[in-house]
C-alpha cells in the first residue's frame, strides 16, 4: 500500500482503523511511518516500524477477533482523534470463548505525516483485557 | 445567558478548574440536575446529587487531583480535552511521594446551555488501581 498522500488525514487514520480490524499486519505496517511510534494507556512508548509489526502480531495472536469501533472523529491538521470502543475475546489455548469476551471505551489519537500515521496513541482502561489474563495465569 | 452557553469549550474549561479546585460547589453549580458521569470502564452514575457525593469521596482519596489539559477538540456541543490526570492516594490523611501517579487521559464533555450534562473519562486506571489495592492488600 502506497502512502495515502492525497488522502485526509482522517482518511488515513480510518484506513489505519480498517488495517486493524482486518488484523492485518502488512496493512498496518504499509500505513505507517518508519519512526513510527505507538503509545499505549498508560503512556509507555515504543518505537520503530519494525518493532510495532512485532508488537501487532503478538496482540492479534493474544485477541484474534479485536476490533476498534468509532462513534466520533475529531481533527485538527494533521492530528485526528476518535473515540468509542476497543472489543475481543482472550483466546486460551488459541480457543475464542464467550466467558473470554471484553469491552472498553478507548480513544485513538493519530498524528499524521505525508499520508502515513506517524504516531499511533491509545487512551483506554485495559482493565477488562487484564482481569481476564489474570484468571487464566492463575 | 452566560458565555459559556455560546462557548461550549468555556463550561468544559470551568469544570476542569472546578475540579483543579477540588471545589464541589463550583462542581455542583456547572452540572445540569440530569448530569450523567461515565467512567473508564463505561460505568455511568447520574445526577447531581450523586456526583457530589462520588467527587468529594474522590477528592479524599486523591486530595490533589489535578487535570492537565494538552489538547482541545470542540464539535457543537461536545468539547473533547486530551491531556493526564495526576494526584497522590492518600493513605491515612497522608500524601506520600511513593503514593503519587500519573496516567494520560482523555475527557468528553457535552454541554447544554452553558452546564456539563455529561462528563466521560476515557484512560487507564491502573495507576491509582495499583496503590489502591497494594493498600489493601
Known amino acids: 500500500m502506497a502512502p495515502l498522500n492525497d488522502q485526509s488525514p482522517e482518511r488515513v487514520a480510518r484506513a489505519f482503523v480498517e488495517a486493524i480490524n482486518h488484523r492485518s499486519v502488512e496493512e498496518l505496517v504499509a500505513l505507517m511511518t518508519e519512526d513510527h511510534v505507538f503509545i499505549d494507556g498508560v503512556g509507555s512508548r515504543a518505537e520503530g516500524r519494525e518493532k510495532m509489526k512485532a508488537g501487532w502480531e503478538g496482540y492479534f495472536h493474544m485477541v484474534p477477533d479485536y476490533e476498534v469501533v468509532v462513534n466520533e472523529t475529531f481533527a485538527d491538521g494533521n492530528v485526528v482523534l476518535m473515540m468509542g470502543r476497543a472489543e475481543g475475546t482472550y483466546a486460551v489455548e488459541g480457543k475464542l470463548l464467550p466467558e473470554n469476551r471484553w469491552q472498553t471505551p478507548a480513544a485513538w489519537r493519530a498524528l499524521i505525516r505525508e499520508g502515513l500515521v506517524a504516531e499511533w496513541r491509545v487512551y483506554a482502561d485495559n482493565e477488562p483485557i487484564r482481569q481476564l489474563m489474570a484468571r487464566h495465569r492463575g | ?137
Open chain 2, 1 to 137: 445567558m452566560p458565555l459559556s452557553a455560546e462557548f461550549p469549550e468555556f463550561a468544559a474549561r470551568a469544570f476542569v478548574e472546578a475540579i483543579n479546585h477540588r471545589n464541589i460547589d463550583e462542581l455542583a453549580g456547572l452540572m445540569t440536575d440530569d448530569h450523567v458521569f461515565i467512567d473508564c470502564l463505561g460505568k455511568r452514575l447520574e445526577s447531581r446529587e450523586k456526583l457530589m457525593a462520588a467527587w468529594e469521596e474522590y477528592f479524599q482519596a486523591v486530595p490533589d487531583f489535578e487535570m492537565v489539559v494538552d489538547e482541545t477538540y470542540v464539535a457543537g456541543n461536545v468539547v473533547v480535552l486530551l491531556g493526564h490526570a495526576h494526584g497522590t492516594y492518600a493513605t491515612e490523611g497522608k500524601l506520600l511521594r511513593e503514593n503519587e501517579w500519573k496516567t494520560p487521559v482523555i475527557w468528553r464533555a457535552r454541554i447544554r446551555w452553558g452546564l456539563v450534562a455529561e462528563w466521560s473519562v476515557c484512560g487507564s486506571n491502573d495507576p491509582l488501581r495499583h496503590l489502591m489495592d497494594k493498600h489493601r492488600a
